[in-house]
């Protein structure tokens, strides 16, 4: 019985460990945004501090989740999924300069984000920032849906 009892509490260390910003609050999930005129408009002003800003928006049948983050003088974007590990649809999270993939476990330093893509990369999103705002079109989401499906 203490086996087991010591297995539980190894895994309930390890979920924390790899969720701390869930766990600990930091982290209550995507914010949910929605389309007007085919795009969807974000303030620069609300996700320029450094930190991943995670994003959630409902079409093509499924939740498209993504995310933006400021690095260096660029705002990135990438969908909160990439080509190898997409079908356990645990996204990303941050530590300090680096996106970490929840399934695998691998860093992606904030200056690759957007810029790299294929193998457990965060999948690059298109998007431009246009009068203040970071500009995304749904069907540039959409070419992601396969990822959330």
Known sequence: MKTASAVIVALLLSLAATHSFALMGFFSGPKTVEAQGGEIRIPVSEVSDGKAHHFSFSGEGAELKFFLLQSGDRLRAAFD?????YHAKKGYSQDKEFMICNNCGMRFHSSRI????????PAPLT?????????????DLAEGTGFFK
């Not at 999924?81 to 590990?85: E, L, N, R, S, Y």
């Not at 957007?114 to 990369?121: A, E, F, I, P, Q």
């Not at 998007?127 to 069907?139: F, N």
């Open 127 to 139: 998007h431009r920032v246009e009068g203040g705002s970071v500009v995304i079109a749904v069907a």
């Open 81 to 85: 999924a990439c080509d190898v590990c």
């Open 114 to 121: 957007g810029d790299v893509k294929g193998g457990c990369n």
